[in-house]
């Protein structure tokens, strides 16, 4: 029988806590769960800022940046941007205006969506991807743009909306051949 050295125990727990280091370190939980939807930026022209959720300080915008929940984005004069959502609708914000990413959920298996934002002042125009027919029949797509004055909900459609913070007016703009399915709600002007 072999004798047992002082150092065996401490190399032994040595190892596994080593071993256990290395398997946390090349397990990537979070790559495990599906990505929070968001709007990506398509096109941005001239001074647009973003500011993140839980940021104080603006930064400027770049093609490719990515807005989730809670995000905030201004286009200042001669500026414009362009959102693309994961649901292949698009979000455009003209100069002088500032869009808050209220909330963004979209199922790809069910092509459901829930998406929502707060213009705060200026103009946005948005193209609502239309949604399955039964989708909206059940009310379970949702994209919605509100500013202090209104709330205005559209499904298949080409949403306009300008605010100034006082008053607020919206146009909506049926796709050709999809005319059912068209909501606005609240719509106080």
Do not use: C
């Amino acid at each position: 029988m072999q004798a047992s050295r002082p150092n065996d125990g401490l190399l032994f727990v040595m190892a596994v806590v080593l071993g256990a280091v290395l398997f946390l370190a090349l397990s990537d939980p979070v790559s495990a769960q599906p990505a929070a939807p968001n709007a990506e930026l398509k096109r941005v022209i001239g001074r647009v800022e973003v500011l993140r959720k839980g940021q104080t300080q603006w930064v400027p915008a770049v093609i490719g940046d990515r807005l989730v929940e809670g995000d905030d984005i201004r286009a200042f004069a001669g500026a414009q941007v362009e959102l693309g959502l994961p649901d292949t609708s698009t979000v455009v914000l003209a100069e002088n205006s500032r869009l808050l990413v209220t909330k963004l959920e979209f199922d790809p298996q069910s092509q459901s969506r829930v998406f929502l934002f707060h213009l705060a002042v200026g103009k946005v125009r948005a193209t609502v991807a239309q949604a399955a027919l039964t989708l909206a029949r059940i009310r379970q797509s949702n994209f919605a743009i509100s500013t202090p004055t209104a709330v205005a909900a559209a499904r298949g459609t080409i949403m306009w909306v300008f605010t100034d913070g006082a008053s607020t007016t919206m146009a909506v703009e049926p796709e050709s051949g999809f005319n059912e399915g068209i909501s606005a709600g609240a719509w106080r002007i």
